[in-house]
């Protein structure tokens, strides 16, 4: 007699199982990589603004920075210390009003001061931060101002290279799940001059 059974047998089917196993988790694996690159690509432009924007603030101010190094001394045009650069906006380097700053705070922002209430710029009018708008930027890393100078601390050229590295956690040592972005920019100040 002969039978008529339509059917898997048992081998068939745990085989069929198998094969659909394996290409469900590749399909989820791929699911998982994209949706991490996108993430990680979206943070990483966000926090290209970021800085972006704070660079071009920074470069806004600083080139209306004035005066000369060399009759005035060190530091009296562009004074950078530790987490705050403050630089002169009018004709008295000693008169605190006639003066600007960006500092790095302890929170990773970075804030900007127009009118400083003291030397070297320790308070500010409004209170540092106050203002939403004087909050430049934030989880940043690093702010830091390398200024051309010759042997006794004076500005060499009439230019200034700011650098901001910012990331997702200004507080964690860059990887895949930190990304960051490290900008700089060369700052030039047409109403300083070096001779």
Not at 136 to 151: M, Q, R, T
């Given at each position: 007699?002969?039978?008529?059974?339509?059917?898997?047998?048992?081998?068939?089917?745990?085989?069929?199982?198998?094969?659909?196993?394996?290409?469900?988790?590749?399909?989820?694996?791929?699911?998982?990589?994209s949706t991490h690159?996108?993430?990680?690509?979206?943070?990483?432009?966000?926090?290209?603004?970021?800085?972006?924007?704070?660079?071009?603030?920074?470069?806004?101010?600083?080139?209306?920075?004035?005066?000369?190094?060399?009759?005035?001394?060190?530091?009296?045009?562009?004074?950078?210390?530790?987490?705050?650069?403050?630089?002169l906006i009018g004709?008295?380097?000693?008169?605190?009003?006639?003066?600007?700053?960006y500092r790095l705070?302890?929170?990773?922002?970075?804030?900007?001061?127009?009118?400083?209430?003291?030397?070297?710029?320790?308070?500010?009018?409004?209170?540092?931060?106050?203002?939403?708008?004087?909050?430049?930027?934030?989880?940043?890393?690093?702010?830091?101002?390398?200024?051309?100078?010759?042997?006794?601390?004076?500005?060499?050229?009439?230019?200034?290279?700011?650098?901001?590295?910012?990331?997702?956690?200004?507080?964690?040592?860059?990887?895949?799940?930190?990304?960051?972005?490290?900008?700089?920019?060369?700052?030039?100040?047409?109403?300083?001059?070096?001779?």
């Open positions: 007699m002969k039978s008529n059974s339509c059917g898997f047998t048992l081998l068939e089917l745990l085989i069929a199982i198998i094969l659909l196993s394996v290409i469900a988790l590749g399909f989820a694996s791929i699911e998982k990589f690159q996108t993430i990680s690509t979206s943070t990483q432009a966000s926090l290209q603004n970021k800085v972006s924007f704070a660079l071009e603030h920074i470069t806004k101010e600083i080139s209306k920075a004035r005066g000369n190094e060399m009759t005035m001394g060190a530091n009296q045009v562009i004074n950078w210390q530790g987490n705050q650069i403050n630089f004709t008295d380097p000693g008169n605190a009003q006639n003066r600007s700053s705070d302890n929170q990773d922002q970075i804030l900007y001061c127009p009118q400083c209430a003291d030397l070297p710029c320790a308070s500010c009018t409004p209170n540092w931060g106050s203002r939403p708008d004087y909050i430049i930027a934030k989880k940043v890393k690093i702010f830091n101002i390398i200024k051309p100078a010759d042997a006794l601390g004076r500005l060499s050229e009439n230019n200034i290279t700011a650098e901001i590295t910012a990331c997702k956690d200004s507080g964690q040592a860059q990887g895949a799940n930190n990304p960051c972005v490290k900008m700089q920019t060369k700052i030039f100040m047409p109403a300083v001059s070096t001779n």
